[in-house]
């Protein structure tokens, strides 16, 4: 058979993991090259992914965020309702299996629009003890685990849709105290800089 009539692998959690490694490149290419190695898989895949994911969210008869997400990852492992101020959003998350410590959540509008998704810690999973900002590695902890280690800390753009950063003053490990920004992409810490 000719590879090139064969149909594309189905959409699943690899490939979905393959997607938050793709922009994750952009500030650890190293990281990125041992979670592909412990895959088994290579870059040319990871971009394939990153192309027909780009693909689903802008096609016509793409559906809400809970069916998007359910189709690609399958059931939610949990699901409830979250308020944040006035509005009431519907809370999803999802295990895989690059990051065990930590589950993709979606929160999702009435109406399915989505308004975050990104890595958070899973329930009952030890998080990083974050007392130094040497404490701070890449991929160690999450936006909100980094916010409350170093309250209080002020929410910033980022620079695209899927990251974020955060304004805080931390200790570091002789006691002096100064101010740093972490980026952040779907969640997870990348980089800090001041």
């Given amino acids: 058979m000719n590879p090139a009539a064969e149909p594309p692998a189905a959409f699943g959690p690899l490939q979905f993991q393959l997607v938050l490694l793709r922009r994750m490149a ?12 412990e895959l088994g898989v290579d870059r040319a895949t990871m971009r394939e992914a990153n192309r027909r994911w780009q693909a689903m969210l802008h096609s016509p008869r793409r ?12 059931p939610p492992e949990t699901t409830g309702r979250r ?14 299996p ?22 958070v810690r899973a329930p009952g999973a030890p998080g990083p003890d ?19 280690a170093f309250a209080p800390a002020r929410p910033m753009e980022g620079t695209a ?6 304004s805080f003053t931390a200790p570091d490990s ?6 740093y920004v972490a980026e952040f992409t779907w969640g997870l810490l990348q980089r800090l800089g001041t």
């Fill in 26 to 37: 952009d500030h650890r290419p190293e990281l990125v090259e041992d979670a592909l190695r």
């Fill in 63 to 74: 559906g809400g965020a809970g069916t998007r997400y359910r189709s690609v990852l399958g």
């Fill in 83 to 96: 308020r944040i101020g006035d509005l009431a959003f519907e809370a999803m998350t999802w295990r895989l």
């Fill in 98 to 119: 690059l990051w065990p410590d930590l589950r993709f959540e979606v929160l999702a509008a009435p109406g399915g629009a989505v308004w975050n998704e990104w890595l």
């Fill in 130 to 148: 974050l007392r130094t900002v040497e404490d701070l590695t890449p991929w160690s902890c999450t936006v909100d685990e980094v916010a409350r």
């Fill in 161 to 166: 849709p899927t990251r974020w950063r955060l």
């Fill in 174 to 179: 002789g006691g002096k105290r100064s101010g």
